[in-house]
């Protein structure tokens, strides 16, 4: 099989050369993506907006304290069940509390398991431009995102950064051991059935962010949007 | 102003639809142009090319270049013909001794609307039509030529005219050249797709620029039986007392 | 005329006269394109978005070896394995091999159109593994033994009470009111099980990145990140053309592959992966492997006027917006790839004979070159598809002859004239006697869907000639 690979290798390359001698070079890419894009002048709003219009739910919360309220709150609204934990110094203030509630488990005993009722984990960065996060296998695992009905991600507002090309370079050097790193931008759907969207095909139903900072006189707000126009139309 | 005009009548409108012609010549007429008619001319070559024939189109085209070549202006009741000069003929005579004279040539080659709208700066032509009218952007008029709005403003000029906005108008009527015969069943479709669309504007008459859409619509409207008539633009435009002269002529 | 003419024209003369099936598709392609347009309106410049996409794959191919040889560079470096292809079979014989090695059983499949286009999916069978399509529209129309109607949205083709009573046949599922979340949820259920007892997942790509050696996957339901995520094994199956310079380059494809295929701003799974799981990671596969797939693309390269096929994200939105796909669907086209590009990429890897017919299914309207994100002009390279199979092909002599006689008629006036007096004359004859619609009509193919032509009674050139002067 690798002898078969390698004849193959060298022949396709082969040609490859052969064919591009012939045609004319071609310069790089000149159009910057800022001419693409328009301009984005408040992240934050930004991101909630979009966020929004993907069908996550979005908590903004002033410090730790309203933080765990709201996901204290997410929680009761789940079935009984395992929670997963991305094992981190910044989600071990939560462990406590969570304990009390439903079993956990930690990212450390292992991989998430397939009957989780909800994941809990850190992100790399928020997206603005997209209403993304960036995640990545270093956020307790690559399942922890996919694998249960509801995936629940703490975060920080100064991680909102602009524009996807912000987040792909910031994913290079924050994780560059990740063997996956994903922008995730919104629950799991499909609309493969008369064009109608359905939340939750294969990965979470329900996709929650807690957004923590920033913004004092901000109470625990539920920013949560149930028809967005612009959501009719997924594959 | 007295402009002089050649005309380039394209063949299926010379053989199956002369009153486009004629109504063009009228218009042009009236606005004060002095029309030629080369008569050594015969066809763009359009059948050929599209149908990949592009040796048999060839010489087609180094005629239509020859026969052209001595007149400043070139006006043609057809988009589609148009646009086979203008955007095709420096593929198809690349290589040939006239390939130059070729793309030159495309930049005096007009097509009717854009000509009175673009060049002759017209747009009320002194017309009158009482009747229901859809406009139907016929594909090369408008996304290869960029003919959009012209025709438009020649027809809101028109006295009387009820213009009726017409649902999916920038879908093919299913024309297409030889698709119409090769495959029939789905050009039938297209254009039966397209009179539903048309019955549900309320529209009495469909017009275009391209009077090759109007020939295949009415065909499709006799055989269901519609009540739908056709009429190229220039038939609206050069009628004054509110009949056209010829009346579905297409 | 080939065995794949004749089935197209056979099947276009169903679906174009098939009302249901037209109402269904003008519903579903109406909310695709409001959606579309929405999602255009959120680029500052949608122009200058396709202008650049086409500039970089435009490099992209222009530097397909070097991009190619440093993925895989890059891929094994993180310890995945890089199989190369000339053909369909060696690419499934690598992936069949490898499933025997290992003892699957079963392999989940997420979407990916260069599996169907090689037949993956028959051979793992044929070699006793079960496989699951994990894509819905995949999944519907894999229990329904078809092929994709279309490239993003498979079972768009079918209502939602078709598919509640193939639920009902092949998974016992009875479903309410054919209603799509309990539908999707049926499907939800049979799938869990497959993601997690498969020792396989097979995915395609949407780009594999060189600079950083990464493979990019598009979905919304997330069946691409549980196939690539869940089973020991993941083994990526792509065509070699997906290759694009840098990871940057992803922050302008990415939204507008989702913009153009489904109007999204962004696909709800933008994933990239790039190798087995790392000591520090505590799930994902254990092995890695890409097959790197030519079967006849190397051929269009280098080929001015054949190269820009090769730019195609396999978005879709040129079948969406083409007149003749809403008229006789996907599976008309008898193809992997239906529609305006299809139409193109079929004739010229799988043979111009079989498939040159596919490039006349077209009325040249050019509404798919207006939509196509890469800026591939679309209605151009049917035109030389045709030219070419002109050149090369079985051409119906009748046609040839009368191209020939096209070409002799219209390069001299004098001739045009005389033509085009015998023509009216001949026609006005068969009329008279009584042979109109017989294969003596030489207007039947006109007729036989239209209204017989009314021949004027002067021509234009006459009109001129008697009163046209002035």
Redesign the interface.
Known sequence: MANASAIARESILLRITRANARGRRVPSAKIPPQAIFPPIHDVRARFLHESAGNLMEVFETADLSESATALESVLRSLPAGEIYVQDHPDLACFLADLKRSRPVRLSSQGAIAENSQAALTLAHAFVAQSGSILSSSMCGGRGASIVPPCHIVYGRAEQIVPEIDDALALAQRQVPEASYIGLISGSSRTADIEKILVQGAHGPRRLVVILEGQDPDFAVSRNRVNTVESAETFD | MTRKVAIFVPCFVDQIAPQAAIDTVTVLRRIGCDVIFPEDQTCCGQPGFNTGHWEAARPCAEHFVRVFSPYDTIVCPSGSCTSMVRKHYPELLASSPLGGDAVALGQRVFEFAEFLVRVAAITDVGASFPHAVAYHPSCHGTRELGIYDEPMQLLRAVRGIDLRPLANESECCGFGGMFSTKFGMISAAMGDAKAVSLEKAGAEYVTTIDPSCLMHLGGIFGATRRKLKTIYLASILACMDGTAASEARL | MSTAAQEF?QQ??IK??DLEH?A?IQ??MA??E??FD??RA????WE??R??LS??K??A?????QN??EFEKRIVE?GGQ?????TAE?AN??VV?LARARGVKTVVKSKSMVTEEIHLAPALEKAGVTVWE????EF?VQLRQERPYHI?????H???YQ?AELFREKLGENVEDAD??K???AA?VA??KA??SAEMGISGANFLVAD?G?VALST????G??T???PPIHVVVTG?EKVIPR??????F??MLATS??????????????????K?????PRE?HVV?V?NGR??L????ET?EVLKCIRCGACLNIC??FR??GGHTYGAIYPGPIGSIFTPRTAGLREWGHL?????????C??VCPVKIDLPKQL?L???????TAN?KPA?RAG??G??W?????RR?RWI?WL??KVASTVRSIGLSGTSFDPTR?????????E??R????A??RSN???
């Not at chain 3, 890089?82 to 000339?86: C, L, S």
């Not at chain 3, 520090?280 to 994902?284: A, H, L, Y």
Request: aromatic content about 12%.
């Open positions: 024209l276009a003369e174009a006269s037209r269904l519903r579903g909310s695709y409001s959606a929405k999602g959120r680029f500052a410049d200058a978005a202008a650049r500039q970089i435009e490099e191919l222009a530097s397909l070896g190619l040889v993180r890089v199989h190369w292809a000339e060696q014989d690598y091999e994990t894509d819905l529209g519907i993003v949205t498979p079972a768009m079918l209502s939602r598919i799509p979340a539908l999707v949820a939800r799938l869990r993601f997690f950083t990464m919304n339901e997330g069946n990140r549980l690539t995520s869940i070699i990871l940057s380059d992803l922050a302008v990415w939204p295929g489904t109007g999204q701003p962004i696909t709800t799974y933008s994933t990239l992966v790039r190798g087995p799981r790392t520090k990671e505590n799930d994902g890695f790197l030519d190397t051929g390269l280098g080929n001015a190269q007149p003749i008229h006789v490039s006349y299914a077209c009325s040249l309207c050019n509404a070159k207006g035109l598809a045709r030219r070419d199979f002109v050149a051409v046609e191209f020939a096209f070409r008629a219209t390069a001299s006036a045009f085009g023509g009216g193919a006109w007729t036989k869907y239209r209204a017989p032509i021949f004027p002067q021509t234009f050139r009109w001129w046209g002067k002035r």
